[in-house]
């Protein structure tokens, strides 16, 4: 009797320790919510209700110097699109010759992937703004394409493209994962009856690898979507044509004065409405991604 | 590759070109893998390799927004230690090193591995779901955009009677005056605003090793009538080492160069370099004029000391978590 008592009383300290420790996170969302539709707050409490905070999705809330929400929503969207395929292709591509190729190199090449994968990229920010530069000058690559704008310095690609080489490393290594992980014989049957390593590759074992595909498209997906160094230093004009969300909040959260909070926190929340998406439909995922190793950040 | 060759040999022979075997198509399959790795290659040396050659010798060079244009960087006549001179001998830099130091250890120690080790312990010996219902809300922090991550933080912190702590923890206990808690305690925010994303990564990992921990371990000590602390202290953490090591090493690396959030929180303030670390140092140098000047050169010398220990440190990776055993042979060659 006493014995199970204490259990008890065990788990529920377990319980309160977990409890207090994770109070932060309660708090922070729940300011969150309760300011977007409030139109004062005073620390969680609302001083009345309104819904004039999210009045941003139809009129440029900030002034006429910046655009509309939805321009700034559509760019972070076709970065968040473009770097999402640029990475599934490339390393898809990259990861089914490692995995079934012997080639002159290929031990070289997976303990440069790796290294690379440890390494922290974000140091080399100088030198790569010198790089985009560069490409710039480069006729119509540089800042010529409709939509994306190139893929040079102060354009959408050029960020997407950025973003493409920090994530390549891991998208090649988990990607290399899931090619291993299918028996061969498929393919070798499909080898035999003529069919080149190229159509192999693309046919036979791309759809056999769907949830590996869609892990690493959750992943880079919710990066870019989030991504602000990157966006911020590679692109000028803090409200020009190249915006994505993240510049934009910040770029009112430094200048708006205090009666603007809870507008800020209502184009916050809508920034955060895609990645809940993902979160409440693909946690099992989630939880398997970053434990195979999330790059960057603390 | 001699056995590819026999393959397609063999594949030709089932159709009509029996004796096409030439030197192209021997060529042919012996470039197919590098046309498979080209995209990888290309991205790779654009904005791994070059840039990485270029930091370097931007670091011996005075290159700023004055000059650019005019300095011919790459020309050896023009490379000098001065940078590294300037960086040794600045005034502050006992004050960033020393602010490095306590960033790094006080967020490895407290939430990387400290708060992640005690989540994980406690989500994986209580109800299943709860538990990773609880290890999901944690992933949350790291999945929220940054901005409004910092945001969020921000308003946390605030002056009463806006923010939360003011209003509802500090008010209530009559402590402080109510000001803007980041100009009073900003170590501790930010501490806390670098664990909170940080103490997710360690937990997955801990998580699973503690999970795949066999069952019977556990059984015996407590049949021999071990309390929790001591099946913790000499069966739990003994059997996930190994995972301990390597968060430690690669959550030291991350936090060593990562700046977003104090870069968002506090920009290196309130005070005169209160808050700066390395890492943010070489990104003001470079980006942010604080003189309507941005010294490419002087902040790359901050980036390379940097680029060095990560170097070094992928290397040490490499070698003591053996990932080279992890590089198997390609089965489809083996026909």
Same mark, same amino acid.
């Given at each position: 009797m006493l014995k199970k008592f204490r259990l008890k009383l065990k788990s529920i300290f377990a319980y309160l320790v977990l409890i207090l420790f994770s109070l932060p996170i309660f708090l922070t969302f729940s300011w969150l919510i309760i300011t977007t539709f409030s139109t004062r707050t005073e620390g969680l409490k609302s001083l009345g209700w309104t819904l #004039? #905070?999210?009045s941003f999705l139809w009129k440029s809330?900030?002034?006429?110097n910046f655009p509309s929400i939805w321009l700034v929503t559509l760019n972070t969207f076709l970065l968040a699109a473009i770097m999402t395929v640029i990475v599934v292709f490339v390393s898809s591509m990259s990861a089914y010759a490692l995995s079934r190729m012997k080639f002159a190199g290929r031990r070289g090449f997976l303990s440069l992937t790796l290294i690379l994968h440890a390494f922290?990229?974000?140091?080399?920010l100088i030198p790569i703004y010198f790089i985009l530069r560069w490409i710039t000058k480069i006729p119509i690559i540089g800042h010529g394409i409709p939509f994306i704008g190139g893929f040079g310095f102060n354009t959408i690609g050029g960020v997407a493209l950025v973003m493409v080489a920090f994530q390549l490393p891991f998208g090649v290594w988990i990607m290399k994962g899931f090619f291993d992980n299918i028996s061969w014989d498929m393919e070798r049957s499909a080898l035999i009856d003529g069919a080149s390593r190229f159509q192999v590759w693309w046919k036979i074992l791309m759809p056999n690898i769907k949830p590996g595909i869609a892990a690493l498209s959750i992943f880079a997906f919710i990066s870019a979507w989030n991504a602000y160094i990157i966006p911020f230093t590679f692109t000028v004009g803090r409200a020009g044509k190249t915006t994505v969300l993240s510049v934009y909040i910040q770029n009112f959260m430094s200048e708006s004065v205090m009666t603007e909070w809870n507008m800020v926190a209502a184009v916050g929340l809508f920034q955060l409405i895609p990645v809940l998406i993902f979160f409440f439909f693909t946690q099992e995922a989630l939880l398997n991604i970053y434990g195979g190793g999330a790059k960057g950040g603390a | 590759m001699r056995n590819n060759f026999q393959l397609e040999r063999e594949t030709n022979s089932l159709s009509s070109f029996s004796n096409t075997k030439s030197f192209f198509s021997k060529l042919k399959s012996w470039l197919l893998p590098y046309a498979f790795l080209s995209p990888t290659l290309i991205v790779v040396t654009l904005f791994f390799f070059i840039p990485l050659v270029i930091v370097f010798i931007l670091s011996f060079t005075n290159l700023d927004m004055t000059n650019f244009g005019i300095l011919k960087w790459w020309q050896p006549a023009n490379w000098t230690l001065d940078n590294y001179i300037k960086i040794f001998t600045n005034r502050f830099f006992p004050k960033i090193l020393n602010n490095t130091l306590m960033y790094v250890s006080a967020t490895l120690i407290l939430f990387n591995v400290g708060m992640a080790l005690v989540i994980a312990l406690i989500t994986t010996n209580i109800n299943r779901r709860i538990g990773f219902a609880s290890r999901l809300i944690w992933l949350a922090c790291r999945l929220t955009p940054v901005v409004v991550y910092i945001m969020m933080w921000k308003a946390l912190a605030g002056p009463s009677p806006m923010g939360v702590i003011n209003k509802h923890i500090l008010g209530p206990l009559g402590i402080g005056e109510g000001e803007y808690l980041l100009h009073i305690c900003p170590w501790i925010f930010i501490v806390l605003v670098n664990g909170f994303i940080g103490a997710s990564f360690g937990m997955i990992i801990f998580s699973s090793a503690i999970e795949a921990i066999p069952k019977d371990y556990m059984i015996a000590s407590k049949v021999d009538g071990a309390s929790t602390w001591q099946t913790i202290r000499y069966i739990t953490i003994p059997m996930i080492r190994w995972p301990l090591l390597f968060v430690t090493t690669y959550q030291t690396l991350s936090l060593l160069t990562s700046f977003e959030q104090i870069l968002l929180l506090t920009n290196g303030g309130? *005070?005169? @370099? &209160?808050?700066?670390v390395w890492s943010l140092t070489a990104y003001h140098r470079a +980006?942010?004029? @604080? +003189? *309507?000047?941005?010294q490419w050169g002087y902040g790359s010398a901050w980036a390379v000391i940097l680029v060095i220990i990560g170097i070094i440190m992928a290397i040490v990776y490499l070698r003591v978590f053996r +990932?080279? &055993?992890?590089i198997q042979e390609p089965k489809i060659e083996q026909l």
């Amino acid at each position: 009797m006493l014995k199970k008592f204490r259990l008890k009383l065990k788990s529920i300290f377990a319980y309160l320790v977990l409890i207090l420790f994770s109070l932060p996170i309660f708090l922070t969302f729940s300011w969150l919510i309760i300011t977007t539709f409030s139109t004062r707050t005073e620390g969680l409490k609302s001083l009345g209700w309104t819904l #004039n #905070n999210w009045s941003f999705l139809w009129k440029s809330p900030f002034g006429p110097n910046f655009p509309s929400i939805w321009l700034v929503t559509l760019n972070t969207f076709l970065l968040a699109a473009i770097m999402t395929v640029i990475v599934v292709f490339v390393s898809s591509m990259s990861a089914y010759a490692l995995s079934r190729m012997k080639f002159a190199g290929r031990r070289g090449f997976l303990s440069l992937t790796l290294i690379l994968h440890a390494f922290p990229s974000v140091t080399l920010l100088i030198p790569i703004y010198f790089i985009l530069r560069w490409i710039t000058k480069i006729p119509i690559i540089g800042h010529g394409i409709p939509f994306i704008g190139g893929f040079g310095f102060n354009t959408i690609g050029g960020v997407a493209l950025v973003m493409v080489a920090f994530q390549l490393p891991f998208g090649v290594w988990i990607m290399k994962g899931f090619f291993d992980n299918i028996s061969w014989d498929m393919e070798r049957s499909a080898l035999i009856d003529g069919a080149s390593r190229f159509q192999v590759w693309w046919k036979i074992l791309m759809p056999n690898i769907k949830p590996g595909i869609a892990a690493l498209s959750i992943f880079a997906f919710i990066s870019a979507w989030n991504a602000y160094i990157i966006p911020f230093t590679f692109t000028v004009g803090r409200a020009g044509k190249t915006t994505v969300l993240s510049v934009y909040i910040q770029n009112f959260m430094s200048e708006s004065v205090m009666t603007e909070w809870n507008m800020v926190a209502a184009v916050g929340l809508f920034q955060l409405i895609p990645v809940l998406i993902f979160f409440f439909f693909t946690q099992e995922a989630l939880l398997n991604i970053y434990g195979g190793g999330a790059k960057g950040g603390a | 590759m001699r056995n590819n060759f026999q393959l397609e040999r063999e594949t030709n022979s089932l159709s009509s070109f029996s004796n096409t075997k030439s030197f192209f198509s021997k060529l042919k399959s012996w470039l197919l893998p590098y046309a498979f790795l080209s995209p990888t290659l290309i991205v790779v040396t654009l904005f791994f390799f070059i840039p990485l050659v270029i930091v370097f010798i931007l670091s011996f060079t005075n290159l700023d927004m004055t000059n650019f244009g005019i300095l011919k960087w790459w020309q050896p006549a023009n490379w000098t230690l001065d940078n590294y001179i300037k960086i040794f001998t600045n005034r502050f830099f006992p004050k960033i090193l020393n602010n490095t130091l306590m960033y790094v250890s006080a967020t490895l120690i407290l939430f990387n591995v400290g708060m992640a080790l005690v989540i994980a312990l406690i989500t994986t010996n209580i109800n299943r779901r709860i538990g990773f219902a609880s290890r999901l809300i944690w992933l949350a922090c790291r999945l929220t955009p940054v901005v409004v991550y910092i945001m969020m933080w921000k308003a946390l912190a605030g002056p009463s009677p806006m923010g939360v702590i003011n209003k509802h923890i500090l008010g209530p206990l009559g402590i402080g005056e109510g000001e803007y808690l980041l100009h009073i305690c900003p170590w501790i925010f930010i501490v806390l605003v670098n664990g909170f994303i940080g103490a997710s990564f360690g937990m997955i990992i801990f998580s699973s090793a503690i999970e795949a921990i066999p069952k019977d371990y556990m059984i015996a000590s407590k049949v021999d009538g071990a309390s929790t602390w001591q099946t913790i202290r000499y069966i739990t953490i003994p059997m996930i080492r190994w995972p301990l090591l390597f968060v430690t090493t690669y959550q030291t690396l991350s936090l060593l160069t990562s700046f977003e959030q104090i870069l968002l929180l506090t920009n290196g303030g309130p *005070g005169l @370099y &209160e808050t700066e670390v390395w890492s943010l140092t070489a990104y003001h140098r470079a +980006f942010s004029s @604080y +003189f *309507g000047n941005t010294q490419w050169g002087y902040g790359s010398a901050w980036a390379v000391i940097l680029v060095i220990i990560g170097i070094i440190m992928a290397i040490v990776y490499l070698r003591v978590f053996r +990932f080279n &055993e992890l590089i198997q042979e390609p089965k489809i060659e083996q026909l």
